[in-house]
């Protein structure tokens, strides 16, 4: 989402250094840059000479200035906007952003059931949903609904604290989602973490922020065991979990992309993972 006004080069490298490090899904969104980060991403792909087969391509849809939209008519101009920015007849994942309220599920299910026998998306998910949400969804749709993206990091952990503290007086244990987490891992549907590395809604980095100096004290004492770098650590506790979360990384740095993929090779022992959300200000009954 940020390579929008990246130079040529710079984009370049990103993208390469992640293929030859073995990543090759990329995230976009028709909202980013307002498109224009879906033209970079393909113009580099052109210059590099990489073959669709090489890439898969998830993107997003339904945001629009001041409201969300899901109807047939948006999300088919979408993808068709979606594939001419990346140059592409067809995308491999395409999700719906964020929660419509004015939803009407067979209007959505008349546009994926277009678009999948057209051959223009191949699987479809959803961003920001609630069980209850996907469940409405669900129900309209021929096909399974594979991916979830919520944001999740080492201090937005609002997924896994509730069911830490079940039934306890404490904020913590407010059920503000309707348990996504064990509702995705029940019904086999993959979260995918947007914002890893930050705090709040875009507020900024945890890694080496004042703000966080006991997280940041133990996040670099096990850097050290584990020979890799806190923001190699950030994406080690993510994929720590058994519910086989999916990072987006979001960053526009090949040196950060090489952290983590230094740090998809080692495992958290449980004890770590729990001082690690501890030390984020978390708390254990």
Same mark, same amino acid.
């Given at each position: ?19 030859? #490090? ?40 339904? *945001? ?11 999300? #088919? ?67 399974? #609904? ?86 190699? #650590?950030? *994406? ?39 001082? *690690? ?9």
């Amino acid at each position: 989402m940020r390579i929008g006004g990246m130079e040529a080069a710079k984009v370049d490298e990103l993208i390469q250094t992640s293929l030859d #490090l073995g990543i090759d899904f990329y995230d976009h969104a028709d909202i980013y840059g307002g498109g224009k980060c879906e033209e970079v991403f393909a113009a580099s792909v052109a210059r590099l000479g990489i073959g669709r087969d090489k890439l898969v391509l998830q993107s997003k849809c339904g *945001i629009r200035k001041g409201y969300f939209d899901f109807s047939k008519e948006h999300i #088919l101009t979408s993808v068709d906007g979606i594939l001419k920015r990346l140059d592409t007849h067809y995308i491999d994942v395409l999700l719906l952003h964020r929660p419509d309220t004015l939803v009407e599920p067979e209007e959505v299910a008349e546009a994926f059931t277009t678009l999948s026998q057209s051959g223009k998306v191949r699987n479809f998910g959803v961003s920001n949903f609630n069980p209850g949400q996907i469940e409405l969804l669900q129900a309209s749709l021929p096909m399974k #609904l594979q991916a979830n993206q919520l944001q999740l990091s080492i201090t937005n952990t609002g997924m896994i604290d509730r069911g830490l503290t079940v039934n306890m007086k404490h904020n913590n244990s407010i059920d503000r989602d309707g348990g996504i987490l064990d509702y995705c891992r029940l019904k086999k549907i993959t979260i995918q973490a947007w914002s890893p590395f930050q705090y709040g809604f875009f507020e900024g980095v945890f890694i080496d922020n004042d703000k966080f100096p006991e997280l940041n004290k133990v996040l670099g004492d096990l850097s050290e065991e584990y020979g890799v770098t806190k923001t190699g #650590l950030a *994406i080690a506790w993510i994929q720590r979990h058994p519910a086989k979360i999916q990072s987006v990384l979001g960053t526009t740095n090949p040196d950060r992309v090489r952290q983590v993929a230094d740090a998809c090779k080692i495992q958290l022992t449980r004890p770590h993972w729990y001082e *690690i959300y501890r030390a984020a200000g978390n708390i254990l009954p």
